[in-house]
């Protein structure tokens, strides 16, 4: 298929024009297989820019590889850590420091490409789909569906409040009661720039997060977090409002980072499995539990 563009603009969404029917995924992975020319060209970046008259090709998969196989990055399964694995699920655990999914840069190492790597050892034809996500700098249990229909029934759960979802956090200073629980109203900006807003403030949208400490000492304090909802740094936006915030997070006001991450895990995570329909939890160690007492005292 060809096409000539008729005024400046950007591949992907061009993309979008030519393949209407098509999903978002499956036109970036025309593009990482690179089966989208640009003059003859195989472009791999979504956010590529187009002027007028660019000629617009796409290929099969077989002639792409003939005339210039994508660039090939080392396998990442290896850094895999699994906690449970079965026919319909894949739960692993994120490090810090890695992106859950790639964003529109396309990012080649990405937890979400390392569970593809994994389970593609065994068959070309497998796959793992995003559930849910971890910010970057989050480390901690992810589930993954091995099919769409485990998608859907494991998003559902998540929509419908239904997860249970454990969180630590290492803080600094303390709240000023033992445990409680923050119920505000977030909104995030066209830049991800989250804010706390009133209630009746356009596009805003509920946070719930239950907290109590589990270990303290003058300097920090370790908090058990459980979340209802799944809002942008939700338990960073409510550590900054009870005045202890998270260790290594610059941008709601820490001003230690010893560990140079932000001290935030999901430590367990339990829903309803897709074909026992039984209750499941899966659980990992706190990283940083033992840090109080030990990297503050000077």
């Known amino acids: 298929m060809e096409f000539n563009v008729q005024q400046e603009s950007v591949l992907l969404p061009t993309l979008r024009l030519m393949?209407?029917?098509?999903?978002?995924?499956?036109?970036?992975?025309?593009?990482?297989?690179g089966r989208v020319l640009v003059n003859d060209q195989p472009v791999y970046r979504a956010k590529e820019s187009l002027a007028v008259d660019d000629k617009i090709?796409?290929?099969?998969?077989?002639?792409?590889?003939?005339?210039?196989?994508?660039?090939?990055?080392?396998?990442?399964?290896?850094?895999?850590?699994?906690?449970?694995?079965?026919?319909?699920?894949?739960?692993?655990?994120?490090p810090a420091g890695l992106l859950s999914v790639a964003t529109d840069k396309l990012e080649k190492d990405t937890l979400h490409s390392r569970c593809v790597d994994y389970v593609k050892r065994e068959s070309e034809r497998a796959w793992?789909?995003?559930?849910?996500?971890?910010?970057?700098?989050t480390s901690g249990v992810m589930v993954f569906a091995k099919n769409r229909d485990v998608k859907e029934s494991l998003q559902a759960q998540f929509a419908q409040r239904d997860v249970e979802r454990m969180y630590h956090a290492l803080v600094?200073?303390?709240?000023?009661?033992?445990?409680?629980?923050?119920?505000?109203?977030?909104?995030?900006?066209?830049?991800?720039?989250?804010?706390?807003?009133?209630?009746?403030?356009?596009?805003?949208?509920?946070?719930?997060?239950?907290w109590r400490i589990e270990d303290q000492d003058e300097v920090l304090s370790l908090i058990e977090i459980?979340?209802?909802?799944?809002?942008?740094?939700?338990?960073?936006?409510?550590?900054?409002?009870?005045?202890?915030?998270?260790?290594?997070?610059?941008?709601?006001?820490s001003t230690t980072d010893p560990l140079?991450?932000?001290?935030?895990?999901?430590?367990?995570?339990g829903f309803v499995h897709p074909s026992t329909n039984e209750f499941v939890r899966y659980e990992t160690n706190v990283p940083f539990a033992n840090r109080v007492q030990t990297d503050f005292e000077t």
Request: with cysteine; aromatic share 4%; hydrophobic share 30%.
């Open 172 to 210: 600094e200073g303390g709240p000023e009661t033992s445990e409680g629980t923050d119920s505000s109203w977030l909104v995030e900006d066209k830049h991800l720039h989250v804010k706390r807003v009133k209630s009746t403030f356009k596009g805003s949208k509920q946070s719930v997060t239950h």
């Open 128 to 137: 793992c789909h995003i559930v849910h996500r971890l910010d970057r700098d």
């Open 57 to 94: 090709r796409i290929v099969n998969r077989a002639d792409a590889m003939k005339m210039s196989p994508p660039p090939k990055t080392k396998k990442q399964s290896s850094k895999l850590k699994i906690i449970f694995e079965d026919d319909l699920i894949l739960v692993v655990e994120k």
């Open 260 to 269: 140079n991450r932000i001290c935030l895990h999901a430590t367990s995570l």
């Open 19 to 33: 393949f209407p029917e098509s999903t978002t995924s499956t036109l970036r992975k025309m593009l990482t297989e």
């Open 226 to 253: 459980k979340i209802e909802t799944g809002r942008r740094h939700q338990i960073r936006m409510a550590m900054q409002f009870l005045g202890c915030p998270i260790v290594g997070d610059t941008a709601h006001g």
